[in-house]
């Protein structure tokens, strides 16, 4: 019984993850359509099993969303048909555009931008 038991709740929870999958998948498509037509990706661990989902979209704007767990994230980036990247760094990176607010927040007090707080 117990065994059974654990088998469904194993379905259950493969379930509720590729429902979240595809929601994750849904929203990155939106964002490459939104920018450009098209997107590349990271993937990141950042604590507590969750994963960080790093776009840079055609046109330069970039953004994140966060996945539950790394086959999570990686199952949403292959739903959605984007390239996925090893690293931030390099041609991904240099692809990001910033505009005045990120400055403004990067450099903080330095530059006379606004506190955090």
Known sequence: MA????QAE??????RAARKA????RQISAFAKSHGG??????????R?????ALVGTNGEWGNLVAPSFE????AVEIAGITLQDDFDGEMAAKVRTGPYEWSRMAGLQLGGPANG
């Open 3 to 6: 065994e059974t038991l654990t």
């Open 10 to 15: 194993e379905t259950v929870n493969d379930a």
């Open 22 to 25: 595809a929601r994750l998948a």
């Open 38 to 47: 098209g997107a590349e990706g990271q993937l990141a661990h950042i604590g």
């Open 49 to 53: 099993g969750a994963t960080r989902i």
């Open 72 to 75: 999570i994230a990686r199952k």
